[in-house]
Structures are given as structure tokens and as C-alpha cells.
């Protein structure tokens, strides 16, 4: 899903069918493949809490994921041209998001976003520098691919990333020894629209709500013209069944992300 990283004014252009077809079957070999991983559970991570909560008291609101119904919308290979508009709908819906942001093309491309982000209590986090597939390539290369956007993000907002998701959620213990020693946890989803393969909102919210439930962790691309669209449907879906959105560290309070670990 190296494509990602190639996003052009007109998506429809240059997403073409073949490479559609093949990304989706990648993310679905990697999905398969997830199932084997040591995993941490939100409701796991909650068993244990932590020396400190801060993270779990952002301006949404603080939120107990052991009394409530939580789940969490995550958007990754941000920021785009897309980007304003999601804060925008995120605003006027007071609902928080956890966003996994590219470097190259994106967060150096779009700071006041990266920003905005920070400053309206969303958690900003690192999906890589440049979308390199992290079990593809050498150690020194995955600590460039996750210092990079780190040392970024945190000019831009003042604090260092603690979490990061691999691109197509590809891992291995060399990704989990480099994230522990730069202080990130990993972060995976239970729930994909599959936004990449198709720009029709309707269906994409169809898919959300078809797989959400409770501690669920969306995955969802606010590069693709058809998926802002969809989240206003998303959330009023579900919050009528009764879900609160909560950011991911939200979701694991009482418990944090530790360095290393993969959450799903």
C-alpha cells in the first residue's frame, strides 16, 4: 500500500482497479496474519491500570471504558487535503479521534494540521515516515521510519508520539524491539471499511457498522475522497446504539499503551 503515500487531487484518477484489487488482498493476508500476534486487548490493558491517567482526561471528558461502551475512530496517512473537514465534523460532533500520521507529504506538508489536531484534544501518533512495509526492510531503516515522524510531530505539538500502527499492520519482534526502544506501543484495529477499494460513502459507513462493537478501533483513511463523507453517519449510527467515541489511550484508562506491545 505503498500508494498511499501518492495521493493526487483526483483519487478516482489514479487508483486504478488492479492496484485496488491488490492492496485489498494484502490487508487481507495481514489481517489473517494479525490473529497470530501477541495482542493486548483494550479491556486487557484496563485490568492494569497505570501510575497515571493524564492521558485519559482530555477535553472531550473523562471517560471510564469500564463502565461505558467505548469505542475508538482512528484515521491514518494523514493530513490531507480532507483533513479540515474531518476537524471540522469532529468539532461540531465533540468527538475525539487518535490519528496515525504520515510524514513525507503530510505532516510536512500540512503543520497547521497537525497542529489543529493537538490543540482540539485529538492524539496525534506516527504511521511512518514514508509507508515503508516495516518487516521489509533493515533495522536501521525502521528506526528511521518511526524516529522521523516522532521528532516531527513533536516540533510541531510540543510532545513526542507514544504510539505508532505499522503500515498494513505488518509486524514482527525487530518492530517491537525498535518501538520499545523509541518509546512507541503498536496499535492495530478490529474494524476496516476498506475505504481504499471503493469511494462510496454509504457503503463505507455500511461496513463500519456492520463490524462495531464495544472497545472496537476503526480504521478508517481521511485521504480518500469518499470516506469524510461517511463519518457523520458513522458517528450518529453510533451513538444512537449507545457508543462513546473515545481517543485510543482513552479506550486502555486506567491502563497505558506500553512501549513494544501490539493493542488491538
Known amino acids: 500500500m505503498r500508494f498511499l503515500t501518492r495521493k493526487m487531487k483526483n483519487t478516482g484518477a489514479w ?5 485496488l484489487s491488490a492492496a485489498a488482498a494484502s490487508l487481507a493476508v495481514t489481517l ?4 497470530s500476534l501477541d495482542t493486548t486487548a ?11 491517567t493524564q492521558a485519559a482526561a482530555p477535553r472531550f471528558g473523562a471517560v471510564d471504558c469500564r463502565e461505558v461502551k467505548c469505542i475508538a475512530l482512528t484515521f491514518d496517512a494523514g493530513p490531507s487535503e480532507n483533513s479540515a473537514r474531518l476537524l471540522d465534523i469532529l468539532k461540531e460532533k465533540q468527538v475525539p479521534a487518535t490519528f496515525f500520521l504520515l510524514g513525507q507529504g503530510h505532516i510536512e506538508k500540512y503543520p497547521e494540521l497537525v497542529r489543529r489536531m493537538a490543540d482540539e484534544g485529538h492524539e496525534v501518533a506516527s504511521h511512518t515516515w514514508d509507508h ?9 531503516e525502521i528506526r528511521a521510519e518511526l524516529q522521523r515522524p516522532n521528532d516531527a510531530i513533536e516540533r510541531l505539538i510540543g510532545r513526542r508520539p507514544t504510539l505508532m500502527r505499522p503500515p498494513q499492520g505488518r509486524t514482527n519482534e ?4 525498535i518501538s520499545r526502544e523509541l518509546g512507541l506501543a503498536e496499535v492495530l484495529w478490529s474494524v476496516t ?3 481504499y477499494t471503493t469511494t462510496d460513502s454509504a457503503l463505507i459507513q455500511r461496513r463500519v457498522l456492520a463490524q462495531a462493537d464495544r472497545d472496537g478501533i476503526i480504521l478508517l483513511h481521511d485521504i480518500y475522497d469518499g470516506t469524510v463523507p461517511a463519518v457523520p453517519g458513522i458517528i450518529d449510527a453510533l451513538k444512537e446504539r449507545g457508543y462513546v467515541f473515545v481517543t485510543v489511550p482513552q479506550l486502555l484508562a486506567p ?3 506500553q512501549p513494544g506491545r501490539v493493542y488491538r
Do not use: F, N, W
Open 174 to 177: 525487530t518492530v517491537h524491539e
Open 15 to 19: 487508483l486504478r482497479p488492479v492496484a
Open 193 to 195: 471499511a476498506k475505504d
Open 132 to 140: 515503508k512495509i516495516l518487516t521489509q526492510i533493515e533495522p536501521d
Open 255 to 257: 491502563g497505558a499503551a
Open 42 to 52: 483494550p479491556s486487557a490493558a484496563r485490568a492494569h491500570p497505570a501510575a497515571t
Open 32 to 35: 489473517t496474519g494479525c490473529g
